[in-house]
């Protein structure tokens, strides 16, 4: 292991830009010529568009154009779809509703756009936009699941009778109601998964440039997926030739998932920028952010589990109501399936399961993948499950769990995966270890002598990340690949390119992938230079999300590699008239294994370009590409515990300790790994404790703001005690398991089930706020 290669805390090298405030986003994009874009949204949750009058705007000052949504589509832009087709149970496709990028007929969810406002400033926009007169016929809306397909709710989409797009089933319905025959006890409960607003540090942007002059258009955007989101614009939206269409993804600020999805804006200021002649640049202020950036979770589930008499679990029933708001958004069908029931067996051994999930319109903002994306709610479902059955059978809850932990790989599921390795039981015993489980009963007491009830949770999470093959999920109704793509570039004077279709925002691809070339050739971090987010330079990639960019990405690096790697060794082996089998690299040269013979890999590299001296019949030049596609999945799995001190009084929860024991399979930078839990573990502690998005029964969003809607901030947080143990996985050539998604999965279970362990009550809901707390602490006693 080189001191920068695989396996070392390497400091990461791109953060020097961004904390000395070089980092480049698309607010820091100046095209010259460029205007601001302002959108007029609409104030109803559910509206017939009766007029719309634009001749004040269009009289403002500093006023370029405003364009609606009739004109949109006399331009043949099409509208916003969902890229993965799911069927229901009965064989029909999903119910897509129409989504315009400007709605010109009907809104249906505050914040829905309808006009867009070009200005020479971004003030004048605003104020030319607040001119716009509309009229609107209000509509009933709806906001809850439930209710959305109770008769006499009003109609969201004429494609949706009832407001459902699909009812869709996975697992065997027989074999499970079969085991719930048998079974000595069985566990029920009710299950929120609460509605969330991603809130990246920076907000979405867009930046439209139509060259008139090259009939070319570029588009720079807050994206995850750049090469997707051309493709789709171009394929489906109609916005331009995809070979006519660059789109560049500069320094992005955070996008938990928020960020891979096509919007309204993009496809807008790309038209607008044609229309109006001039590059339109648009960047949401916070509360655009909160009312149309694509929310997560939302899910309402009853779920039921039978046991037998020793307490191992026969069989598990779900049906879960998964709210996708007023428009399909571009993964949205799937979080909800695919990539939620499909985790439905955790790490257990369970032999039957069946699940329902019902998506459902209503007059919210589109919901789609958040940070975990269905695993979370998954991991919610079946840790609250497995604590609430160790507390009614009275045994102890890690060896309820452990007592029905899967043991032998490869183990295939009820509902589609095959966990490929796995050491459940290791992570468990870090796990307890590091939380000195044992010694609780005593920090118990003490608690109570000062007034307060401690409590302490677990969960043993599990995900499917590195989402592929791509055969696999094609099958399944994904509309693209899940491939990614590498491209090594070894230059003259020996310095290294790697363009990757993997998307970076905070991940540390930078350091990472260049950690893969040091390890590999021996060259220093600072000679190779990480390449990604623009479709001009990157060959066709998949982005960022899902936690592939390790187990997909760098595996398409590596093969890449391993050709680079042939190659040189046959210039080495040429220029040292040796044998290609004994060429070995080490510290920056090519060596002869035994001897004292070599060539400094520059030198190597600078014989591949002039071609002087070069093997017979081979091409100069060193330059490699490759596409990987995993055989399956990762699945990265752990245990986290909780413990927490609540005041009666009050209902504050103070979280004492927190524990991640993670298994990631090999790993390639720990510190970056060790941010990444970090990060998630604050996520998924702030769905736990504050965050939540609500409307009002007339579709108005009333967390729209830091005001109502509750960030955690840093006093909120302990510091956390993280670990890793190693199984490799067995599917790519790194043996790596993704980590950005795992502590947002794993947490919000162990948050509850420690609060709800402290105060003796286990009806509690996401977010345990104090005065909910407060309550169920009240209903308990009485």
């Known amino acids: 292991m080189g001191i920068e290669g695989v396996g070392a805390r390497v400091a990461r090298k791109e953060d020097k830009r961004f904390i000395t405030g070089a980092g480049r986003y698309v607010d820091d994009m100046v095209v010259p010529g460029m205007k601001h874009a302002?959108?007029?949204r609409s104030p109803h949750a559910h509206a017939q568009i009766k007029k719309i009058d634009v001749k004040k705007a269009q009289a403002m000052p500093g006023v370029i154009g405003v364009l609606t949504g009739k004109e949109l589509k006399a331009d043949g832009i099409g509208n916003l779809i969902c890229g993965w087709m799911i069927h229901s149970k009965d064989g029909s496709p999903m119910k897509m509703g129409a989504w315009s990028p400007l709605a010109f007929d009907r809104v249906r969810y505050v914040g829905d756009a309808v006009v867009v406002v070009v200005a020479e400033t971004k003030g004048q926009a605003r104020d030319a936009a607040e001119a716009v007169e509309i009229t609107y016929k209000e509509l009933k809306a709806v906001v809850d699941a439930s209710k959305a397909m109770d008769k006499g709710a009003p109609q969201i989409h004429p494609e949706a009778d009832n407001n459902l797009i699909f009812d869709w089933d996975i697992g065997n319905a027989d074999e499970t109601a079969a085991a719930f025959t048998k079974a000595a006890h069985v566990v029920k409960m009710d299950i929120i998964n609460n509605r969330l607003v991603p809130n990246a540090m920076e907000p979405r942007a867009a930046l439209g440039h139509y060259d008139k002059a090259e009939d070319h258009y570029t588009c720079w955007t807050t994206s995850q997926n750049p090469h997707v989101a051309r493709l789709v614009m171009s394929a489906f939206y109609n916005v331009a030739p995809e070979n006519k269409l660059r789109v560049i993804a500069p320094d992005v600020g955070g996008g938990f998932g928020s960020k891979i999805y096509i919007y309204p804006e993009e496809i807008v200021c790309l038209w607008?920028?044609?229309?109006?002649?001039?590059?339109?640049?648009?960047?949401?202020?916070?509360?655009?952010?909160?009312?149309?950036?694509?929310h997560g979770r939302d899910h309402h589930t009853h779920a039921e589990m039978a046991f037998d008499?020793?307490?191992?679990?026969?069989?598990?029933?779900?049906?879960?109501?998964?709210?996708l708001g007023a428009y399909m958004s571009l993964f949205s069908s799937a979080t909800p399936t695919y990539l939620y029931a499909t985790l439905l067996s955790g790490q257990y051994n369970i032999p039957a399961i069946h699940a329902n999930v019902k998506a459902i319109y209503t007059n919210t903002a589109p919901v789609d993948a958040y940070r975990g994306a269905g695993r979370p709610e998954?991991?919610?479902?079946?840790e609250r499950m497995m604590e609430t059955a160790a507390r009614q059978f009275g045994v102890s809850p890690a060896e309820l769990r452990r007592k029905n932990f899967v043991t032998s790989f490869p183990h295939q599921t009820p509902v589609i995966m095959c966990y490929d390795a796995g050491d459940y039981g290791t992570s468990l015993d870090a796990a307890m270890k590091a939380s000195d489980y044992a010694g609780f009963a005593k920090r118990k007491t003490a608690a109570a002598k000062n007034g307060l009830l401690r409590g302490i949770g677990m969960s043993c999470y599990i995900e499917a990340c590195g989402i592929a093959p791509s055969a696999a999920v094609g099958s399944l109704g994904a509309g693209v690949g899940l491939w990614e793509?590498?491209?090594?570039?070894?230059?003259?004077?020996?310095t290294i390119e790697v363009l990757t279709g993997s998307?970076?925002?905070?991940?540390?691809?930078?350091?990472?992938?260049?950690q893969l070339v040091n390890e590999r050739f021996g060259v220093p971090l600072d000679s190779v230079s990480i390449v990604h987010g623009d479709t001009d330079k990157v060959q066709m990639g998949m982005g960022t999300y899902g936690s592939r960019s390790g187990a997909v990405g760098m595996s398409a690096v590596v093969k890449a590699l391993d050709k680079v790697e042939a190659k040189a060794k046959k210039i080495a082996a040429h220029l040292l008239e040796a044998d290609e089998g004994d060429i070995i690299i080490e510290n920056g040269a090519l060596k002869v294994a035994g001897t004292d013979k070599n060539v400094p890999w520059f030198q190597m590299a600078l014989a591949a370009y002039t071609a002087h001296n070069l093997p017979g019949g081979m091409e100069p030049g060193l330059k490699e590409t490759a596409f990987y596609d995993p055989s399956n999945f990762t699945f990265p799995a752990g245990c986290y515990i909780c413990e927490v001190e609540v005041d009666p009084e009050t209902g504050m929860t103070e979280i004492i300790q927190f524990v991640a024991a993670d298994d990631f399979g090999n790993i390639i930078n720990?510190?970056?790994?060790?941010?990444?839990?970090?990060?998630?573990?604050?996520q998924g502690i702030g769905q736990a404790l504050?965050?939540?998005?609500?409307?009002?029964?007339?579709?108005?969003?009333?967390?729209a703001s830091y005001m109502d809607y509750t960030m955690p901030r840093a006093s909120d947080l302990p510091s956390f005690k993280v670990s890793t143990s190693n199984t490799p996985c067995p599917g790519n050539p790194l043996g790596i398991k993704g980590c950005g998604e795992a502590g947002a999965i794993g947490s919000p279970p162990a948050v509850i089930n420690a609060i709800t362990d402290a105060i003796g009550s286990n009806d509690l809901a996401m977010p345990a706020s104090p005065s909910s707390v407060w309550a169920a602490i009240r209903a308990t006693k009485h």
């Open 38 to 40: 302002a959108f007029v």
């Open 272 to 294: 607008a920028s044609k229309k109006t002649g001039v590059p339109v640049k648009w960047v949401a202020d916070r509360t655009e952010s909160f009312l149309t950036d694509a």
């Open 309 to 323: 008499k020793d307490h191992k679990i026969l069989g598990l029933k779900v049906e879960t109501k998964a709210n």
């Open 378 to 382: 998954a991991t919610f479902v079946m």
């Open 485 to 494: 793509s590498a491209e090594v570039r070894v230059n003259a004077v020996g």
């Open 503 to 514: 998307h970076s925002h905070g991940q540390g691809h930078e350091t990472t992938f260049a």
């Open 670 to 682: 720990p510190m970056i790994v060790e941010g990444q839990v970090h990060g998630g573990l604050a």
């Open 690 to 703: 504050l965050e939540g998005a609500h409307y009002d029964n007339s579709g108005q969003l009333l967390t």
